[in-house]
């Protein structure tokens, strides 16, 4: 079980990130979609991550990321050293 | 802003056959750089009719850009192919062991050097201009590592080329692919190790999200990648460029961009593709027929 804090707070962050309406932002929305990413703005992405929740990314870790709720997982799991 | 016209953007493919450039590699270690120049002369007069594509964006750059009459325009063209197919003779006599036989003037401020110098990593911007490959041996005097950034059409080129010579390059690439983002964290983890990451800020690709900035006194769009890398992952850049100057005689120019950090948070990319922008619209200016990008580049 994810922490709805958590979840706020990533929610929160994307939302300002990249500039969208953060009621948009569901758990099953597929994340690149929504968020309207490109291979440019997942640098800002990684950043985001790395700045917000203080560990290290690596390509593989988006690699079956495609909804918000895959996304909270990961963020989640890696928080709690995973 | 996505560019839809193929002839607006470059498609990542680049002419010259392993054969052609095999023969004029013979020649250079044979018979010297002058025989392979005087062959080059024959050569580019095939190109004009064969490459119309090139010899059409040359010829609009020359009326256009820098309102050159119909037969300056003419000798121009031959010129820009003579220039390039120069620089690329050149490039495989540096780097078949005679440098020695070449001048190379540096115009490296302290500051550059400082940064070079640095265990930092840094984003080395160049461009589709001059001959800035002939200059990658010369970073080795600071014993940092080079990583080439480059669509992996181009690599798999010169892959090819050095495959054939069985010899390997002085720097190692990082290929960009269409269906891969992992040459962002390679950039990424290059730039954290205190590589250098060299990056050309002129040629857009295909679906390259881009900018239109006044370059030369027409619009011209650039791509934004080179410099929201740069500007994201935080890493100093220089701007540099190699340019021909006389026979033999290379002049490396080097320009440290500002610190960004005071600009909002997009508007970084857009000060550094500006400054990006001065710069080699200075050089270009100086050394107009060393521009070798071959594709409708300005949105006249």
């Known amino acids: ?82 | 802003m996505e560019p839809n016209d193929s002839n607006k953007n470059w498609n990542g493919k680049s002419r010259g056959g392993t054969l052609g450039y095999l023969s004029f590699v013979f020649l250079i270690k044979k018979f010297g750089v002058g025989a392979a120049y005087s062959l080059l002369a024959f050569v580019v007069i095939y190109y004009i009719p064969f490459a119309p594509k090139a010899t059409s964006s040359i010829w609009m750059y020359s009326r256009k850009i820098l309102e050159n009459g119909r037969f300056k325009s003419l000798k121009f063209v031959y010129m820009n192919f003579f220039s390039l197919g120069q620089s690329i003779i050149d490039r495989v006599a540096v780097s078949s062991g005679k440098s020695n036989e070449y001048i190379f003037d540096f115009s490296e401020p302290d500051d550059v050097r400082k940064i070079l110098n640095s265990p930092e990593g840094v984003v080395i911007i160049g461009a589709h201009f001059g001959n800035w490959e002939i200059g990658s041996p010369f970073f080795d005097k600071y014993s940092k590592e080079m990583m080439v950034v480059m669509m992996d059409y181009e690599y798999q080129n010169i892959k090819k080329i050095l495959e054939t010579q069985k010899k390997v390059d002085t720097f190692r690439v990082i290929p960009i692919t269409d269906n891969s983002f992992s040459y962002l964290f390679e950039i990424r983890d290059a730039l954290s190790k205190g590589k250098y990451i060299a990056i050309q800020g002129d040629r857009l690709s295909k679906s390259e999200k881009h900018l239109d900035m006044e370059f030369m006194g027409y619009k011209a769009a650039f791509p934004l990648g080179p410099f929201v890398l740069a500007t994201r992952l935080n890493a100093p850049v220089v701007f540099y460029f190699a340019v021909r100057t006389g026979y033999k005689r290379y002049k490396f120019e080097f320009a440290l961009a500002r610190d960004y950090s005071c600009e909002a948070h997009k508007m970084k990319e857009v000060a550094l593709m500006k400054d990006y922008v001065a710069t080699l619209e200075r050089v270009v200016q100086e050394y107009p027929e060393q521009w070798y990008n071959y594709y409708n580049f300005w949105n006249t």
Request: charge should be negative; glycine fraction near 4%; aromatic fraction near 10%.
């Open chain 1, 1 to 82: 079980m994810i922490d709805s804090a958590l979840i706020e707070k990533i929610n929160k962050i994307l939302a300002e990130e990249f500039e969208v309406d953060v009621a948009i932002i569901k758990p099953e929305a597929p994340l690149m979609e929504t968020l309207d990413l490109d291979s440019l703005d997942l640098v800002d992405m990684v950043v985001l991550i790395e700045h917000n929740f203080g560990f290290t990314v690596k390509a593989k870790d988006f690699v079956g990321i495609k909804s918000f709720e895959d996304f909270y997982q990961f963020i989640n799991s890696r928080m709690n050293g995973a």
